[in-house]
């Protein structure tokens, strides 16, 4: 049986308690929200945080609001609920369908979205979506708050720009025009408990119906040290009619976009070819989605 | 230091003193005598501590006790309506979905979970639902086919 070191437990029910207690304890203390990354990670040794202090009891920070022009996400909602929203489920179905797919039942009944976005794996399921969509993270310390867009957030494997005395408290996410549309493809091995070998979140929105692409995101995740966007498959996009060929043209710029290593997941060469196919087809999913006018 | 919680395990009210390190498993094992939640891998990956916590199945191994403190929680020992075996139970038996049984519990927690929300699950829910419980003899078949089965008798 794996134990679990020793530590001090504290639940505040206040944010700004929470606040206080990791500016008090310094580098010693570490949020656990789910505690499914935490805990796996202290039970293998690799870290022994001498306080823990959960975020399971602020009640505010499980809450989805919707605002005028954007909805935010409490950190520490669930990742199933996630796909339960009909809110989420119908106007930012990528970030659903993301949801869907992480970990197993099990687990995504006690993961929540704020660890998802800080543990920062280069395979995390919700951080490429959450970037096609434009996603921010509000960040609060005892003395200051502040707000990051997730492009600017992560830094490298499990490194973000969140300093140890900061919370994450929200995930925002702009409302998008009409006809967008988005689609999410993760490529395992098997269809739970999977980290992705390749995955590819892609949004695209038309001016019209049967019009040109106004806005595109492609966000390739598992193939550089964090998910990044395909700038150059981006820009040949905009302003262009879509098309097989179109999206043919930008699936193939996509695959010099990453910088994929060899694993014991999948080499480099086999990681840049799904990149192209799973750039085309999450494309032409986005793009049907789009032209129905829907919003993503 | 330890903590008093309260955890209402199967309808019945608890409250003890626990270590903040002790997880929910270690407590249910150990603290309540409650041997029939399994501990495999302890980190997330095989589903044989499953139980049902405020209604839904997680991963005890992944949950500290004191997170736990307050909550509602079904074990598998729970399951069943004292002497008779729950559907999913019986289902279990009779369609030979259990060969060592070190996964059944965790199974029996995630199949119940899905039949309380879904009654008539297709067989894609049912093999989703499952997702997270690895089971190393039956090769899922049956599991599945029991699963199904005591879905259709629950109908009736
Ligand atoms: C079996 C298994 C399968 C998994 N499969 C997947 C998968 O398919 N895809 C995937 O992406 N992930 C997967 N994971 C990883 C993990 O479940 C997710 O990353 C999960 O979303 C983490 O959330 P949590 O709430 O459990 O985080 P915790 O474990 O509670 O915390 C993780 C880290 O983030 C910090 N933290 C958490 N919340 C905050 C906050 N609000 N502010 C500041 N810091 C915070 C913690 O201090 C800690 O360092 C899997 C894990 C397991 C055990
Ligand atoms: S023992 Fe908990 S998931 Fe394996
Ligand atoms: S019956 Fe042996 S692991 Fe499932």
């Avoid at chain 1, 867009?149 to 490298?156: M, N, R, T």
């Avoid at chain 1, 498959?233 to 994929?260: H, Q, R, T």
């Avoid at chain 2, 979970?113 to 639902?129: G, N, Q, T, V, Y």
Wanted: proline content about 4%.
């Amino acid at each position: 049986m794996l134990l679990l070191p020793k530590f001090d437990y504290y639940e505040p029910k206040e944010l700004t308690e929470a606040c206080r207690l990791l500016s008090e304890t310094g580098s010693k203390a570490k949020i656990i929200a789910g505690g499914t990354d935490i805990l796996v990670n202290m039970k293998k040794g690799l870290i022994s945080p001498k306080v823990l202090v959960s975020l399971g009891r602020i009640s505010r920070l499980s809450e989805v609001e919707r605002m005028n022009k954007s909805i935010t996400i409490g950190s520490h909602l669930i990742i199933a609920k996630l796909a339960e929203f009909d809110l989420i489920r119908k106007r930012f179905s990528i970030l659903a369908s993301a949801a869907k797919v992480l970990g197993s039942p099990l687990v995504r009944n006690r993961a929540t979205i704020g660890g998802n976005i800080v543990t920062a794996r280069p395979a995390a399921d919700l951080p490429p979506v959450l970037m096609a969509l434009g996603a921010k993270v509000k960040l609060k310390s005892r003395r200051s708050e502040r707000e990051v867009a997730l492009d600017d957030f992560f830094i490298g494997p499990g490194a973000t720009v969140i300093k140890p005395d900061e919370i994450l408290t929200r995930v925002i996410i702009p409302e998008t025009p009409s006809y967008t549309g988005g689609h999410y493809i993760k490529l395992g091995h098997r269809k739970a408990l999977e980290i992705a070998i390749v995955a590819v979140a892609s949004k695209i929105t038309l001016n019209k119906p049967d019009g040109v692409i106004k806005d595109a995101k492609i966000v390739l995740s598992a193939v550089a040290p964090k998910a990044v966007h395909a700038k150059s498959a981006e820009e040949v996009l905009i302003g262009e009619k879509p098309s097989a060929k179109l999206f043919e043209e930008a699936a193939s710029l996509a695959m010099n976009d990453c910088k994929p290593i060899t694993d014991i997941r999948g080499g480099v060469d086999y990681r840049q070819a799904m990149v192209e196919i799973l750039t085309r087809r999450t494309l032409s999913f986005a793009w049907k989605e789009a032209k129905k006018g829907k919003k993503q | 230091m330890k903590q008093i919680i309260i955890l209402t395990v199967n309808n019945k009210v608890y409250e003890i003193a626990v270590a903040p390190n002790r997880t929910l498993t270690q407590v249910l094992r150990e603290d309540l005598n409650l041997t029939g939640t399994k501990e495999g891998c302890g980190i997330g990956d095989c589903g044989a501590c499953a139980v049902i916590m405020d209604g839904r199945p997680v991963n005890s191994c992944l949950v500290l006790a004191v997170q736990a403190n307050g909550s509602d929680i079904t074990t598998i020992e729970g399951i069943a309506e004292r002497e008779k075996l729950h559907p999913v139970q019986q289902a279990f038996v009779e369609h030979g979905a259990i060969q060592c049984g070190f996964c059944t519990s965790g199974m029996i927690i995630s199949a119940k979970s899905l039949l309380d929300k879904k009654p008539k699950p297709s067989e894609l829910e049912i093999r989703e639902a499952i997702s997270g419980n690895l089971c190393r003899c039956t090769g899922y078949q049956k599991i599945v086919e029991a699963i199904m089965d005591a879905s259709q008798k629950m109908k009736k």
